[in-house]
């Protein structure tokens, strides 16, 4: 379930000086269905942004048992996988660590994930609210 807690959650984006490329990784004129801002629901409580090739992710247990969890960086969508760079963590172990994941099903504003290792295994599932 860790791993899980990837999935898409919000601080404030966090601004770093980079090339116009690194700052805007995804590819232009993409509007993808991917994008936005969302809620966490069942099991996990935060919020997540994701614009313009950047990401802000903050999420912990819905129940209060554990700390919250934040990172940011930035992101590429191909097809239907984000695949996300963390540049910023709460834990400095995870800065260069890479995730990916896509959307398994959609159900009106709810959106159903999968969350995928750098090798493209699922580590694990969860469901947003799309807040956009």
Known sequence: M??????????????????????NPQTSGSDSELEGI????????????MTDGRYVFLYGPADGS???????????????????????????DRVGDVFSWKIESTAGDTISV????????ITGRARSLRVR
Do not use: K, W
Not at 2 to 15: E, G, N, T, Y
Not at 38 to 47: P, S
Not at 66 to 92: C, K, L, Q, R
């Open 2 to 23: 860790r791993r899980m807690a990837f999935l898409p959650a919000i601080v404030l984006l966090a601004a770093c000086a980079a090339s116009e490329a690194e700052a």
């Open 38 to 49: 969302g809620e966490y629901v069942d099991g996990l409580m935060g919020q997540s942004i």
């Open 66 to 92: 554990g700390p919250m969890t934040s990172h940011a960086g930035t992101y590429e969508i191909t097809g239907d996988v984000a695949t996300h760079t963390i540049h910023f963590h709460t834990n400095p």
């Open 114 to 121: 999968v969350t995928m290792d750098e090798s493209g295994e």
